[in-house]
Nanobody
Framework: QVQLVESGGGSVQAGGSLRLSCAASGTTVSRYYIGWFRQAPGKEREGVAAIATDGAATYADSVKGGFTISKDNAKNTLYLQIYSLKPEDTAMYYC???????????????????WGQGTQVTVSS
């Protein structure tokens, strides 16, 4: 049974930083495509960043330069480092895992089979 558990969210002021974590069990981050998504109130879920088995990363244009995705294969954990947070970054952040080592579009939610429960990030101005 695959489980993804996010942590690290919180309430921060604009300009602050956070590191989100996603602990995986029942699957291995080294062998499958994994990513981060977010959903703000009243908006659709959007892909933020994804990372392939070889470590190649993909980012949404809206977060390039401000977000870094990484993974620790030994800890079976996915991370999302967020720098210079803005109020528009306020959302529930989810990690997701595909059941394949490759997906055509890592920022598309339909590519992923397994989802965590999310961790809330709230940024105040």
């Amino acid at each position: 049974q695959v489980q993804l558990v996010e942590s690290g969210g919180g309430s921060v002021q604009a300009g602050g930083s956070l590191r989100l974590s996603c602990a995986a069990s029942g699957t291995t981050v080294s062998r499958y495509y994994i990513g981060w998504f977010r959903q703000a109130p009243g908006k659709e879920r959007e892909g933020v960043a994804a990372i392939a088995t070889d470590g190649a990363a993909t980012y949404a244009d809206s977060v390039k330069g401000g977000f870094t995705i990484s993974k620790d294969n030994a800890k079976n954990t996915l991370y999302l480092q967020i720098y210079s947070l803005k109020p528009e970054d306020t959302a529930m952040y989810y990690c997701a895992a595909a059941d394949s080592w490759y997906v055509p579009n890592g920022l598309r939610s339909a590519e992923y089979k397994y989802w965590g429960q999310g961790t809330q990030v709230t940024v105040s101005s």
